[in-house]
């Protein structure tokens, strides 16, 4: 069993830069893809980015290519969404997930319980 957490959500202004954190509260991430979804009011819960266990495959959603870096750093258990260059559309809940590929559907065993990023225009 995992527990994930998140951090480092906030508000911000278009423009402007955030660093979500995604750690293991319980359990290791040892051996798990770690993806980053958000999901908008009233709207689906897409996936944003995709790491695989060893950090060497990465997946980006076109709508945040360039502008957002997914990293991992499994000595620190700790997996990393920098968001740089934010829009008042990037606004949403953002969760963590783990599994055991990185898939871009919602099929992770394991999710957080989110983090607001909030981008003022």
């Known amino acids: 069993q995992v527990q994930l957490v998140e951090s480092g959500g906030g508000l911000v202004q278009a423009g402007g830069s955030l660093r979500l954190s995604c750690a293991a509260s319980?359990?290791?991430?040892?051996?798990?893809?770690i993806a980053w979804f958000r999901q908008a009011p009233g709207k689906e819960r897409d996936v944003v980015a995709t790491?695989?266990?060893?950090?060497?495959?990465?997946y980006y959603a076109d709508s945040v290519k360039g502008r957002f870096t997914i990293s991992r750093d499994n000595a620190e258990g700790t997996v990393y969404l920098q968001m740089n260059s934010l829009k008042p559309e990037d606004t949403a809940v953002y969760y963590c997930?783990?599994?055991?590929?990185?898939?871009?559907?919602?099929?992770?065993?394991?999710w957080g319980q989110g983090t607001q990023v909030t981008v003022s225009s």
């Open positions: 319980k359990g290791t991430f040892s051996g798990y893809a």
């Open positions: 997930a783990a599994g055991m590929t990185p898939v871009l559907s919602a099929n992770y065993a394991y």
């Open positions: 790491i695989n266990w060893t950090g060497t495959t990465t």
